[in-house]
């Protein structure tokens, strides 16, 4: 889409995105699940390479919270509807992205590398703070503190 057009279906959209994301990693997770036997003795230990998962987990999640809300507040500044939209989307597709990849590193840790449970509930509680990144209506005009007349083209995108 370019940027210089009004969005069509634009909530519609994001949503379709994340639920293609969240089904997306549910799927992983039971398809690993039921078809790849964890590699090790699963268990609750403590390894260096573990932990440099927990870490990476870590810090994906804070910048999904720390870093796009900047975006979110340059994508608020703008003052043409379509940019703002645009930038908007970018934010959020990125804060999908990052919280994705978080989960993702989890599942593969667990099932490819060392089997230690605290990676497969970080994957869980990660597919948890994703679910409530659920975009709405509310949360847009929120987020993006929309004036009235912006809130109509909103509902018309």
């Known amino acids: 889409m370019t940027n210089n057009q009004s969005q069509p279906g ?9 639920f ?4 997306g990693q549910i799927a992983i997770f039971v398809i690993l699940w039921f078809l790849v036997p964890p590699n ?7 390894e260096p390479f573990d932990m440099a998962l927990v870490v990476a987990w870590l810090a994906l999640q804070a910048s999904a ?5 900047k975006r979110v507040e340059a994508a ?3 003052t043409v509807f379509s940019e703002k939209i645009s ?4 934010a959020q597709v990125a804060r999908f992205a990052l919280m994705e990849s978080a989960v993702l590193i989890c599942l593969v840790g667990y099932f490819f590398v060392s089997a230690n449970y605290v990676l497969l509930a970080l994957a869980a ?3 948890g703070l994703f679910i409530l990144q659920l975009p709405t209506r509310e949360k847009i005009i929120h987020e993006l503190d929309l ?11």
């Not at 634009?10 to 994340?18: A, D, V």
């Not at 004036?147 to 995108?157: F, T």
Request: hydrophobic share 45%; charged share 20%; glycine share 8%.
């Open 125 to 127: 509680v990660g597919i």
């Open 40 to 46: 090790g003795r699963p268990g609750i230990y403590q």
């Open 10 to 18: 634009f909530l519609q959209s994001l949503k379709i995105l994340f």
């Open 76 to 78: 608020r500044s703008l």
């Open 87 to 90: 930038a908007y989307r970018a």
């Open 65 to 69: 919270y720390f870093l796009i809300p």
């Open 147 to 157: 004036p009235p007349y912006e809130e109509r083209k909103l509902d018309e995108a």
């Open 20 to 23: 293609g994301l969240l089904v």
